[in-house]
């Protein structure tokens, strides 16, 4: 998207979260383990949110390292089973099939599947 589209949406939920805060000044009493204190209510919706988020991102965060980390561990693995063939006088197949790359392989695919969609979509509107 535009950064323009960012910065109109981003106003836009500003607008809405300053009326919503006008709106909900009224004090509420908060039952704490061993004490009660009055605050008023966007400030504890707000903290709410707020620590909602964090805890969703501590979450989050955990996830992508222990996945960033299972990564690493596969990768290691998949280089030492290819040195490990390469010793023992095994090819790749996936590497060398036709003399050809995985990664060609794929473009090619990619390129193929456009062409199709397209080639669909002109009889579509035929």
Known sequence: MNAQVYVILAIIFVII??????????????NYLFWT??????LVILFSVLMGGLITAAVG???LYRAHHEVKKLRTENERLK?????????????NENGRNDKKDYQESRK?????RRNAKRTDKE
Not at 83 to 94: F, P, S
């Open 37 to 42: 204190q009055e605050s008023p209510l966007i």
């Open 112 to 116: 193929e599947m456009r062409v199709e």
């Open 61 to 63: 965060a955990i996830r």
């Open 83 to 95: 040195k490990r063939m390469a010793a023992n006088g095994m090819t790749d197949e996936l590497d």
């Open 17 to 30: 979260i300053a009326v919503f805060a006008v709106i909900n000044v009224d004090p509420v009493a908060v």
